[in-house]
C-alpha cells in the first residue's frame, strides 16, 4: 500500500476531536443560556456542578488526547518504517473508529 495511507484515519480522528470541540461549545453556550450553569463556572471550574449535557462531551475531548496521541505515533512509526500494509490500515480504521463513542 502506499506511505499515505495511514494519513485518512489520521486525519479522521483530528477531525472528530475537532466536532467534538465545536459540539462541547454549543452544548455549554445552551447550558448558560438555559441558566443550568452560570459562564463563571467554566473560568474556575468550582462552586457548580456541571450538567451532563456538557459534562459528558468534555469528558469524550479529554479522552481524545490521551490514547490516540499513541496511536499517531504509532501511525507515524509505521509510516516511517514502510509498514504499511492492508493489516496496518484496517487496525488503524479500526481503532480510529472506536473513539466515535462518547465516553
Not at 457548580?48 to 490516540?68: G, N, Q, Y
Not at 504509532?74 to 504499511?84: H, S, V
Amino acid at each position: 500500500m502506499q506511505l499515505a495511507s495511514l494519513i485518512y484515519p489520521m486525519f479522521a480522528l483530528v477531525l472528530l476531536t475537532a466536532t467534538v470541540l465545536v459540539l462541547l461549545f454549543r452544548r455549554r453556550v445552551q447550558a448558560v443560556r438555559d441558566h443550568r450553569i452560570s459562564a463563571q463556572f467554566f473560568r474556575i471550574y468550582q462552586g457548580e456542578t456541571e450538567p451532563e449535557s456538557t459534562a459528558k462531551p468534555a469528558r469524550h475531548f479529554t479522552s481524545l488526547f490521551e490514547a490516540p496521541t499513541l496511536f499517531y505515533v504509532a501511525c507515524l512509526a509505521a509510516m516511517i518504517t514502510g509498514q504499511t500494509g492492508i493489516t496496518m490500515v484496517a487496525l488503524a480504521w479500526g481503532v480510529s473508529a472506536d473513539y466515535t463513542t462518547l465516553n
